[in-house]
């Protein structure tokens, strides 16, 4: 599942080591009192998984076949996909779930944030509202910064200052061009929060920007969307003297430098090491830095002072000229200035006006939508766009999450579930304890470290308590939140600013490492390595991945218990603080982790940390599990799946079949593959099992393809 990379959390002074890769172990800890009957649980599970394998496939000569065969053949890909597994079609019931709390209407019973999220929905849904305001609420916005200078003449002067631009939109619209600023938890101390000054994102997959040509029908689809956009907004300003050719030769500019921005973009392969990035100064250090820079133009002097002053005194937050800050990227700082030195005005106008545009153009009109979609499905290889509903869905659990979650727990979370799943947690850490002890490579202090991480591990279940409250719910949310049910643009905009400015003042506050860095209503799991807490929200607590009244503990040890093991491996992936004593031998084992072959499509150093992950959830399921069976005696075979023992069950067609299942294509594989952080999943099954010997001989598999 998810890592969150933004936040790394370290123990003063250490950090140690990778763990259940390297010993077999067993232990004795048991937890849930699982059935130990065929129930109508145990059938209903057998047959979903019956129909999803293969059976008349050697798993010797095919695994990943045997274990999603039939459920590959019986689920073809949407044609608004770019891929089709297991986690997407929680995902679509998750959608549905939601779209049925949201279409209700308001209701003065409920909490006031869940009945602003109902009215966003219903704005967002109400297209003829939007069409009718068409390109205006965006042209106020874009005019309120001095105009998009590609929609007028040549010949107009441009007062731009970059600076104070994107100052202003950081504050708006939680969004960084150029330089990205926030805070966070601090990485060595952990009782307060710091200010991170790192690289800003960019338009596209830097792979893509670094190799036009290889990706040329991306990139001239993108030049069309850019140029169309423009058009649109110049028709609509009634800029007559502004021609197609100088719109297109602005664009030519434009990606002329998004091409140079990738280039000296720092990439995910060499932003594994955590340390190189944390480079703490005061703001008057960082004034005498980069000062030293030898810029010529104002356009590429910053004063940091003003810059962060701007930025946090909307929110009162008063900053000196002594503040702290992490400078995130050195390098990326010093040729940032350089190429600004450079760059027209225009040209860094157009740039960060057209991140504007595309941020908001489409939530105005379906001109401006239908841009974006063809876009999309350009990049993707979608022949299809989402439905209007799931895109309206998906954009309200994303700002009001907290919102709809409460309801959403209330009609469709089991309130045993929590106890159940913290038990399999306990009985997982301790699993991956017992590695650690007796593990040959580390020394005592290592472990010792080691354990207390887990030990110190927080984990977070279902949902936090205070979502099902009223009066907790308002108070995280409404104060000063006005909400429309008629403008979907205005909506949007005060969400955004809200939810900015809550980051922003959260600066002087003191850290909370139970604080929950997801919304329980979304599908995945997280390790967020800062707070070293994992979260299994509610979303992913349901079948396959987990489920009560009669379902075996082996689908469910094959399912969230592979999960769980993953997010608790995150806390010792190749991104964690090593001591230097084990550096190297870590590293060395941590080698075996790679792809044999990186390429354009599976990056071997990026997916490392997932490899490693996958390997350590399953094989800690696995030896969990049997301790579950020697202490509680082993479960009944599945209907139709006497064939194989509990061992072989668990984590072969299961796991294959419950987590990593799915369907793409090469042309709508490519380009998310060279943007993530993970293989795609055939190669994660295989990948996992290859190293996973105990499972294999188990299968009596020799070789897996």
Same mark, same amino acid.
């Given at each position: ?115 602003s999220a109902r009215k966003i929905y219903k704005a967002c849904m109400n297209t003829r509202a939007i069409q009718n305001l068409g390109l205006k609420p965006l042209i106020d916005v874009l005019e309120n910064y001095g105009g998009w200078p590609i929609t007028k003449s040549f010949h107009e002067e441009i007062h731009f200052d970059w600076k104070a631009v994107t100052a202003s939109l950081r504050t708006m619209y939680r969004i960084s061009y150029f330089i990205s600023v926030y805070n966070d938890m601090d990485n060595y101390d952990t009782q307060r929060s710091s200010i991170y000054v790192d690289q800003g994102s960019l338009t596209l997959p830097q792979n893509i920007l670094l190799n ?8 001239? #689809? ?8 423009? @058009? ?24 002329? %430098? ?41 356009? #590429? ?76 499905? #350009? ?11 799931? =895109? ?33 947690? @306990? ?6 304890? @017992? ?27 279902? %949902? ?70 994992? =979260? ?50 870590? %590293? ?60 072989? %069950? ?56």
């Amino acid at each position: 599942m998810r890592n969150i990379r933004a936040n790394r959390f370290w123990y003063s002074g250490f950090i140690i080591g990778i763990f259940s890769f390297l010993i077999y172990i067993v232990t004795c800890n048991p937890i849930a009192d699982y059935p130990q009957s065929t129930t109508e649980g145990f059938n209903e599970a057998a047959l979903s998984l019956i129909e999803a394998m293969d059976l008349d496939v050697d798993p010797c000569q095919d695994f990943y076949q045997f274990a999603c065969g039939g459920w590959i053949k019986k689920n073809p890909i949407p044609q608004s996909k770019s891929r089709w597994s297991q986690i997407d079609v929680l995902r679509d019931r998750l959608i549905n779930d939601l779209k049925m709390i949201l279409e209700q209407d308001v209701d003065d019973q409920d909490p006031k944030p869940l009945n602003s999220a109902r009215k966003i929905y219903k704005a967002c849904m109400n297209t003829r509202a939007i069409q009718n305001l068409g390109l205006k609420p965006l042209i106020d916005v874009l005019e309120n910064y001095g105009g998009w200078p590609i929609t007028k003449s040549f010949h107009e002067e441009i007062h731009f200052d970059w600076k104070a631009v994107t100052a202003s939109l950081r504050t708006m619209y939680r969004i960084s061009y150029f330089i990205s600023v926030y805070n966070d938890m601090d990485n060595y101390d952990t009782q307060r929060s710091s200010i991170y000054v790192d690289q800003g994102s960019l338009t596209l997959p830097q792979n893509i920007l670094l190799n036009p040509k290889d990706h040329q029908k991306i990139i001239e #689809a993108y030049f069309v969307y850019v140029s169309e956009s423009a @058009k649109a907004i110049r028709n609509a300003l009634g800029s007559a003297d502004v021609t197609d050719e100088q719109i297109d030769s602005d664009v030519g500019d434009l990606l002329q %430098f998004e091409f140079e921005l990738a280039n000296i973009t720092i990439p995910a392969e060499a932003r594994r090491d955590n340390s190189r990035m944390y480079n703490p100064m005061l703001l008057t250090e960082i004034q005498s830095w980069t000062d030293e820079f030898s810029c010529k133009t104002h356009q #590429a002097q910053m004063d940091w002072f003003d810059y962060i002053n701007k930025i946090y005194s909307t929110v009162n937050v008063n900053i000196s000229t002594h503040e702290r800050i992490i400078i995130v990227e050195k390098e990326y700082l010093q040729n940032l200035f350089a190429l600004l030195d450079k760059t027209s005005t225009r040209v860094v106008a157009n740039y960060i006006m057209w991140r504007l545009v595309r941020l908001l153009s489409p939530e105005t009109s379906s001109k401006m939508n239908n841009l974006a979609i063809n876009f999309s499905k #350009a990049l993707y290889g979608n022949p299809q766009s989402e439905t209007r509903m799931n =895109s309206c869905v998906n954009q309200v659990n994303s700002v009001l999450g907290f919102a709809v979650s409460g309801k959403y727990v209330e009609k469709h979370f089991q309130g045993n579930i929590k106890t159940q799943v913290d038990l399999m947690i @306990k009985n997982l850490k301790a699993t991956f304890v @017992k590695t650690i002890a007796e593990a040959d490579w580390m020394d005592d202090t290592t472990k010792a470290i080691a354990k207390e991480k887990v030990d110190y591990m927080i984990e977070l279940v279902g %949902f936090p308590d205070w979502i099902t409250k009223k009066q907790d719910l308002e108070t995280y949310y409404y104060d000063g939140l006005v909400i429309s049910a008629n403008d979907h643009f205005k909506n949007i905009q005060n969400v955004n600013v809200r939810l900015t400015r809550d980051g922003l003042r959260s600066l002087r506050r003191k850290t909370n490492r139970t604080r929950w860095i997801t919304f329980p209503s979304i599908v995945n799991a997280f390790y967020a390595p800062k707070y070293n807490s994992i =979260s299994f929200p509610a979303g992913i607590l349901q079948p396959p991945y987990f489920g009560l009244n009669g379902r075996s503990a082996a689908m469910n040890y094959g399912g969230i218990g592979v999960v769980i093991g993953h997010e608790i491996t995150h806390g010792f992936d190749d991104k964690a603080k090593w001591l230097v004593i084990i550096e190297t031998v870590f %590293f060395a084992k941590a080698l075996h982790f790679l792809l044999k072959s990186t390429t354009n499509t599976l990056n071997g150093i990026t997916t490392l940390g997932e490899n490693m992950a996958d390997y350590g959830g399953v094989r800690e399921a696995f030896v969990a599990y049997r301790n579950y069976i020697a202490a509680n005696g082993a479960e009944p075979p599945l209907p139709g799946l006497e064939r194989f023992t509990s061992e072989q %069950f668990i984590l072969s067609p299961n796991f294959a079949n419950t987590i990593e299942c799915s369907v793409r294509n090469f042309r709508k594989t490519l380009v998310p593959l060279i943007s993530s952080g993970s293989n795609p999943r055939l190669h994660r099954v295989i990948h996992t099992f290859h190293y996973f010997k105990t499972l294999l001989e188990s299968l009596s598999v020799l070789q897996v393809q």
